[in-house]
């Protein structure tokens, strides 16, 4: 008597709780099939399968959630540009106001000359929620250099005095 051959597995393995999921947010979205398999870098032949047969690679199915959520966040940034474009002046102009009230405050701190740079920015950051791109624009440098800064002043903020001299600035910018 031989021994039984084992069964083999699907090759594709059932993902349907996770192709309804993406359906159900498709058609909330009102995206197209054939969008969304583009996006998805899927032939349409082949995400029409899928669709049917409810079985997909794991990698296609992180392929069209991704997909759906670029083609979400493209759907909203076209909606919300011409509106986005008159706040995003304005913020500009604020995040540039406080950023000159930071400086007048630090030529009156204890913080040297040669690292205000780095606290102007620092304190931009984190205690105005200024996040560092629109930081790096206002303040005319790159984002990866903000972020250098800020490690820069965190680390040095384990000295006491210069933590004091921080911890001041901060709460005459917050105002506690």
Known sequence: ???????????RPDQAPAL???ETKRARLGIEHQALAAAAGIAIATYRRI???GRASLAQVNNLRFAIRTIAARKRASEM????AEDNDELKRAVAVTLKG???ALCQSEIRAADRRAVEI????TACGVNGTLAAEICGCTKQNVSKLLKSVEERREAADYDQ????LEAAIVGV
């Not at 540009?81 to 986005?84: C, G, T």
């Not at 620092?122 to 950051?125: A, D, E, F, S, T």
Request: proline share 6%.
């Open 81 to 84: 540009m011409f509106e986005a």
């Open 122 to 125: 620092y304190l931009l950051v």
């Open 51 to 53: 669709r049917r047969r």
């Open 165 to 168: 001299a921080i911890a001041a």
């Open 1 to 11: 008597m031989r021994p039984m051959k084992k069964q083999r597995t699907p090759y």
């Open 20 to 22: 309804e999921r993406i």
């Open 102 to 104: 930071i400086r007048a």
